[in-house]
């Protein structure tokens, strides 16, 4: 096993954007290694000042609690799908900042043995957490070509799909798809000869299998609301995301937070009284410049929003 190591990507960028007060309440949604956790914890003046993280991989934890073990900081083993949860729990009313790093992290992707990797022979797993029941081993050989279809169109936005399904169908007839390898094996002789020569053809099926086995989508989408209504007046939420799935749940949350009126444009007068909860602190996404995109390649799809609560 590989000591726990995860380069923070867009760091000084989500700094800034939370405009951290030393007495303060933080909470990192997606802790992974502490990187952006650590920088929070540094400018913070505790006991007054709090941060709560939160992760869903147990190694992940345990390199936080190392990195942040001089502070007092509240680490929970969680889905930040469950953020207004723990903060109850932790006795934290609202929050003036809250983080979270989207997406599978370096550490997940360079542990080859828990199969998040089309580069290195393991086990179908994927799982985030380790510990739930559904792997990427069930996906793969349970579910239905149907369900197997839809799953590669909607989640990893895969237009040779359906001959991919086809090729995992046909080899599970056989035997059980046990390894990574095998999969990424199927998938590469079941597209065009064209695509297997640009490009590596296995990145959209298995990061479809990987949102499915740990439901990602649908937890940003429990997430984001209920971290928005932790913010206090003035609270910023901080989300960086890694594919356009993710960013594009992101945008349209946070423009519904930002949306005044929502009569039809013909209406001589306000009649919805809508006014908006909250202001996009950047028009535009942040992206990571070129001093960190030469020294984290992984930075390259990052995108970072930032809204404000009024």
Same mark, same amino acid.
């Given at each position: +096993?590989?000591?726990?190591?995860?380069?923070?990507?867009?760091?000084?960028?989500?700094?800034?954007?939370?405009?951290?007060?030393?007495?303060?309440?933080?909470?990192?949604?997606?802790?992974?290694?502490?990187?952006?956790?650590?920088?929070?914890?540094?400018?913070?003046? !505790?006991?007054?000042?709090?941060?709560?993280?939160?992760?869903?991989?147990?190694?992940?934890?345990?390199?936080?609690?190392?990195?942040?073990?001089?502070?007092?900081?509240?680490?929970?083993?969680?889905?930040?799908?469950?953020?207004?949860?723990?903060?109850?729990?932790?006795?934290?009313?609202?929050?003036?900042?809250?983080? /979270?790093?989207?997406?599978?992290?370096?550490?997940?992707?360079?542990?080859?043995?828990?199969?998040?990797?089309?580069?290195?022979?393991?086990?179908?797993? +994927?799982? /985030?957490?380790?510990?739930?029941?559904?792997?990427?081993?069930?996906?793969?050989?349970?579910?239905?070509?149907?369900?197997?279809?839809?799953?590669?169109?909607?989640?990893?936005? &895969?237009?040779?799909? #359906?001959?991919?399904?086809?090729?995992?169908?046909?080899?599970?007839?056989?035997?059980?798809?046990?390894?990574?390898?095998?999969?990424?094996?199927?998938?590469?002789?079941?597209?065009?000869?064209?695509?297997?020569?640009?490009?590596?053809?296995? #990145?959209?099926?298995?990061?479809?299998? #990987?949102?499915?086995?740990?439901?990602?989508?649908?937890?940003?989408?429990?997430?984001?609301?209920?971290? !928005?209504?932790?913010?206090?007046?003035?609270?910023?939420?901080?989300?960086?995301?890694?594919?356009?799935?993710?960013?594009?749940?992101?945008?349209?949350?946070?423009?519904?937070?930002?949306?005044?009126?929502?009569?039809?444009?013909?209406?001589?007068?306000?009649?919805?009284?809508?006014?908006?909860?909250?202001?996009?602190?950047?028009?535009?996404?942040?992206?990571?410049?070129?001093? &960190?995109?030469?020294?984290?390649? #992984?930075?390259?799809?990052?995108?970072?929003?930032?809204?404000?609560?009024?």
């Amino acid at each position: +096993m590989i000591e726990f190591s995860h380069t923070s990507v867009l760091l000084n960028e989500c700094i800034e954007a939370l405009a951290i007060k030393p007495k303060g309440v933080y909470i990192d949604g997606t802790v992974g290694g502490g990187g952006h956790s650590l920088e929070i914890a540094q400018r913070l003046n !505790f006991p007054k000042g709090k941060l709560l993280c939160l992760d869903t991989d147990k190694r992940a934890l345990k390199a936080a609690r190392e990195k942040l073990k001089d502070y007092p900081v509240i680490i929970i083993n969680d889905n930040f799908a469950n953020v207004k949860g723990q903060a109850t729990a932790n006795r934290i009313k609202n929050a003036d900042g809250i983080l /979270m790093d989207l997406g599978v992290s370096s550490h997940q992707l360079d542990s080859g043995e828990r199969g998040f990797s089309f580069h290195e022979d393991a086990p179908l797993d +994927m799982r /985030m957490d380790g510990d739930s029941k559904l792997c990427a081993y069930d996906v793969v050989n349970s579910y239905s070509a149907e369900d197997l279809t839809r799953i590669l169109f909607l989640y990893g936005e &895969e237009k040779f799909a #359906r001959g991919i399904v086809g090729g995992i169908i046909k080899a599970r007839e056989t035997a059980p798809i046990q390894t990574t390898l095998q999969l990424a094996e199927i998938i590469k002789n079941n597209v065009p000869l064209k695509v297997r020569r640009e490009k590596n053809p296995c #990145r959209k099926t298995f990061q479809a299998i #990987r949102i499915e086995v740990n439901d990602e989508l649908e937890s940003i989408k429990a997430a984001l609301p209920d971290a !928005f209504d932790l913010l206090n007046k003035g609270g910023r939420l901080a989300v960086i995301s890694f594919h356009s799935l993710e960013d594009r749940i992101v945008k349209n949350i946070f423009k519904e937070f930002s949306t005044g009126c929502v009569c039809p444009p013909g209406f001589p007068v306000c009649v919805c009284k809508n006014k908006p909860q909250g202001s996009l602190v950047y028009k535009k996404p942040i992206t990571a410049g070129e001093i &960190e995109l030469s020294a984290n390649n #992984r930075s390259r799809s990052a995108k970072l929003r930032v809204i404000e609560k009024l």
